[in-house]
């Protein structure tokens, strides 16, 4: 069996349709069949090449809705283990995970995301910061950033509504 997905082969080529074979799952991995997937910002950019070690050629999509399609095991956070390990081909991703309900495991950390703890680590001089979610955090995280001297024009947002916020 195998599965189809839209590709970006590398920077300002079309998008082209491929076909994989299907995952075979970790443990505490899961499938999900997915039947809409945003094209965000960080897409366009991506499409662009205008995002440096970004590895080509990639899947985009990282907003979906879909049906879940197989679990291998228990399932707490579905995306930690995909992250860490594009963290692990590519030094130059930083990876800090939050999860502010129920247990957490390692690589989780317990709360919401606190970018003044984080500012050693995350924090490079000249450094562009993208940004997607929902409003109020988008405000409190671009608020923090001024407050540590990154510049409006090197923060990029998008919001997970139809709304607008001011950089």
Known sequence: MSVKAAVIPEPNRPVEVREFPLPTLEPGAALLRV??????????HLQRGQLSGAPY???????????????NGSVTDAFGAHLAKVAERHPQVKLHLFHDEGPVAAPLQSGRVDLRALAGEVLAEGADYYLCGPVG???????????????????????????????
Not at 57 to 71: A, D, R
Not at 152 to 163: L, M, N, Q, Y
């Open 35 to 44: 039947m809409y997937s945003e094209v965000c910002g960080t897409d366009c």
């Open 57 to 71: 050629p990639l899947i985009p999509g990282h907003i979906n809705v879909g049906t879940l399609e197989t679990l």
């Open 137 to 167: 955090f988008l405000e409190a995280q671009i608020a923090t950033l001024h407050e540590l001297g990154v510049e409006s024009a090197r923060i990029h947002a998008e919001v997970f509504d139809t709304g607008g916020i001011a950089t």
